[in-house]
């Protein structure tokens, strides 16, 4: 008897020897196949296509777009104008009074309307006629507004607001729209290039040039051709698609690159679509958002999603309001 149990006691231990080393019997304990393993699922990494940092090129365009506006000297400049103009009114108004004493001159009758003379017509009603309300961006401002002829871009600043049947926009400190330079015959060069070179040949004096009024956008910079839009101070921004569906964006500073079609979205970005939302809380986070639909967002983003099939989803939603 006492040799039996000695024998089973070996049995036993034996069994167990041959378990895992907690106890669980070796016919459980089986090793995972290599495509099954966590273990050696090797570490996810978006693909370099999608995750491309800025070069040094771009960077350096894209703070040049974004930097703060100096207006202080444009806004000298002005009120020296003005000044001078008012001054100059004021003598050519002093001498007409001069003369019309000496000669007992009271002024000249304002000569009445002919009846059939046909109704002045409005610049600015003949212009939102011949232009869709789709075409047409309605831009307000509470600050200062100027083209830069050289560089070919109009800036409004504080507190913009854009409108358009597919857009809306609103950013509190400026926004910069870079238009595209055409050439409107061949050889034709950028202000900012005859602006070089007139300072090169600074001290010469060319025959028969004459100072010319050019107004904003009377150049060669077509605003149907723009290549940047560039709007900073908490930008929020709602457009609509194709089929109808309305899209929310938000963040510190927003570029747009017409070109390519690529936005960055800098500062808190926010983007909601109707299938997502994605935001990252950070002041340093970014969103890039490639023209081909690509998509890279800094560490920290949090993204909520809707129902990944909307045709099951709505089907469910259908099954839940059928009456029993």
């Known amino acids: 008897m006492k040799k039996l149990s000695s024998l089973l006691l070996l049995v036993l231990t ?11 019997p070796a016919h459980i304990v089986q090793p995972l196949p290599k495509e099954l393993d966590p273990r050696l699922e090797p570490p996810l990494a978006p693909p370099s296509g999608i995750v491309r940092p800025l070069t040094a090129e771009e960077t ?10 100096p ?19 004021k003598t050519v108004d002093g001498q007409i009074q001069e003369f019309r004493r000496q000669h007992q001159v009271t002024g000249n009758a304002a000569s009445p309307a002919a009846d059939t003379a046909p109704a002045a017509s409005n610049p600015e009603e003949n212009f ?7 075409n047409l961006y309605s831009v307000d401002c509470d600050g200062d507004l100027y083209f830069d002829m050289e560089e070919g871009v109009l800036v409004f600043m504080k507190n913009v607001r854009v409108r358009n049947p597919n857009l809306s926009m609103d950013c509190a400190d400026h926004l910069k729209i870079y238009a595209e330079f055409v050439p409107k015959k061949p050889g034709d060069k950028k202000p900012s290039e005859r602006k070089q070179e007139k300072e090169k040949e600074k001290g010469k004096e060319k025959e ?18 723009i290549k940047t839009v560039a709007a900073s101070g908490n930008v929020k921004a709602s457009y609509t698609n194709k089929e109808g569906e309305t899209s929310n964006a938000q963040a510190d500073k927003i570029t747009y690159n ?17 299938d997502a939302i994605i935001k990252n809380p950070n002041k340093d986070a970014f969103i890039r958002v490639y023209s081909n639909g690509n998509m890279y967002s800094s560490r ?19 099954k839940t309001n059928r009456k029993p």
């Open 208 to 225: 028969g040039e004459k100072p010319q009024v050019a107004l904003p956008n009377g150049g060669n910079f077509d605003y149907n051709s």
């Open 60 to 69: 350096a365009r894209r703070e040049r777009e974004l930097a703060p506006v």
């Open 128 to 134: 939102m006629r011949a232009n869709s309300s789709n």
């Open 258 to 274: 017409a070109k390519t079609g690529e936005i960055i979205l800098t500062g808190s970005p926010v983007i909601i679509t109707p």
């Open 300 to 318: 920290g983003t949090k993204t909520t999603f809707r129902h990944v099939d909307k045709k099951l989803s709505d089907r469910d939603k259908q």
């Open 14 to 24: 034996g069994g167990l020897a041959c378990g895992a080393p907690d106890g669980v």
């Open 71 to 89: 207006t202080a000297g444009l806004k000298e400049d002005g009120e020296k104008a003005i000044e001078a103009y008012n001054v100059k009114e």
